[in-house]
């Protein structure tokens, strides 16, 4: 069998890293869907490390694109926010069922969770800006509003709608987050998309500022366990900042539908690979 | 104190996250360049966790004062530790100065949420791995 070198095994990740963290950064994930996957089935690396890998890039990848996203007021700050006191209780309480719970079997719930959830996103796949309900009750409160610019200076205005629908879907995602360390980020987008009815770019990158949070919360607990080996992180971490500067370029010039139907790709692989690997694949 | 530009708190959030993000990748490139000149051309499976089974997970717990020892001789895999902590450490910093940010705009019921958020955040980093039922 063909060794692999140190310095080969640091050019594939980063490479790889640099595609996980364009799309990640698009779509408003951390890119694990694209690393673990490498590193596991295609490096063989162990679940656990490959997941440590996971936590750092989501980290790189929401600081990285947030920074983009945030000055050029596309990311909505008070949103991101509020819904982050949901995500982190979510991610401690998930972290602390952990131990008790059955890994496969929460794989199969959410993957077939996820793959649902494909069926209203696709039902609305060429939908631009969303109707702007009226902004009532808690959002209001809240302010739960915002507008952006499309990269031909058109202002967006948007109102969010069903506050309390959209604090629950973050609560899934951190106890996702804190329970397998994956996939939070694509919970974070359908509560937006789906439940407070944001327009498509606004939940995606208002997810990427949010996914930094919940992974730093859960990341204290990876570095103890010993879960984030250097050499791995590195190259990611490196890789994935590169690709977020790619991918945050890319996102202000791109058209909601076209966001969207790359989110929806990109959720059904998440969709498959959950199953797959609580089928122990 | 009043911010003079309603949206002025967009650039201090963003100025935080590319400040953290840059000190942290120049950290984590110079460790990388260390590893790469001492293992490089090593078979990735000598030291690394590229077989699966040949090195028992937890294996790269992370120790104050192994790390210190560590940067103190430019140990590779400490440089990119110290890179990731840094990287670790913006998101926390970005909460940080939103509270401060949404007391300047006099917007208390945000102070409260951030307020929460940062303390979650610190007890989940901090204190839950000191706490044996979160060590799955």
Redesign the interface.
């Known amino acids: 069998m063909y060794?692999?070198?140190?310095?080969?095994?640091?050019v594939i990740l980063f490479l790889v890293s640099i595609l996980a963290g364009a799309v990640g950064s698009i779509v408003g994930l951390g890119g694990g869907v694209i690393v673990i996957p490498i590193l596991t089935i295609g490096?063989?690396?162990?679940i656990?490390?490959a997941i440590g890998a996971s936590i750092?890039s989501i980290?790189?990848t929401?600081?990285?694109a947030?920074?983009?996203y945030?000055?050029d007021?596309i990311t909505n700050?008070?949103v991101g926010?509020?819904l982050?006191?949901a995500t982190?209780?979510g991610?401690?309480v998930g972290?602390?069922l952990?131990?008790y719970t059955n890994s496969m079997l929460l794989e199969l719930i959410f993957g077939t969770v996820l793959l649902i959830s494909l069926v209203p996103l696709v039902m609305k796949i060429g939908e631009d800006i969303p109707a702007i309900p009226e902004l009532q009750g808690l959002a209001k409160?809240?302010s739960l509003k915002g507008s952006y610019r499309e990269v031909d200076n058109s202002e967006v205005k948007y109102n969010a709608t069903r506050p309390g629908l959209g604090l629950v879907g973050m609560v899934v995602a951190g106890l996702i987050s804190g329970l397998l360390g994956i996939g939070s980020g694509t919970f974070k987008v359908l509560s937006m998309d789906l439940a407070m009815k944001l327009p498509m770019k606004v939940s995606t990158t208002t997810s990427n500022f949010m996914i930094?949070?919940t992974?730093?919360?859960?990341?204290?607990?990876y570095?103890?366990?010993?879960?984030?080996?250097?050499?791995?992180?590195?190259?990611v971490?490196?890789g994935i900042?590169v690709g977020a500067s790619v991918g945050t370029r890319l996102l202000l010039r791109a058209k909601n539908p076209t966001v969207r139907k790359l989110f929806a790709v990109v959720l059904a692989v998440t969709a498959i690979e959950m199953v797959l690997r609580a089928f122990g694949i | 104190m009043r911010l003079r530009e309603p949206d002025a708190m967009n650039d201090l959030v963003s100025d935080v996250l590319r400040y953290g993000v840059l000190v942290s990748s120049v950290v984590v490139v110079l460790g990388v360049v260390l590893a790469l000149a001492k293992y490089g051309l090593l078979s990735a499976s000598d030291f690394l966790t590229y077989l699966p089974n040949q090195i028992p997970h937890g294996t790269f717990k992370v120790d104050l004062a192994d790390l210190a020892t560590g940067l103190l001789v430019l140990d590779p895999f400490s440089v990119i530790e110290l890179g990731v902590i840094v990287l670790l450490a913006t998101p926390v910093a970005r909460v940080l100065l939103s509270v401060f940010l949404f007391a300047a705009e006099g917007d208390r019921t945000y102070v409260y949420i951030t307020v929460t958020v940062l303390v979650l955040l610190l007890f989940s980093i901090l204190v839950t791995p000191l706490i044996p039922i979160f060590q799955a």
């Open positions: 060794r692999l070198l140190a310095l080969e095994f640091f490096l063989g690396v162990d656990h490390f750092v980290i790189a929401s600081s990285g947030a920074a983009t945030v000055r007021r700050l008070r926010m509020f982050e006191l982190t209780v991610a401690i972290a602390a952990a131990a409160k809240l930094g949070v992974a730093a919360a859960s990341a204290g607990i570095f103890a366990r010993g879960d984030v080996d250097p050499m791995i992180v590195g190259p971490a490196l900042l």
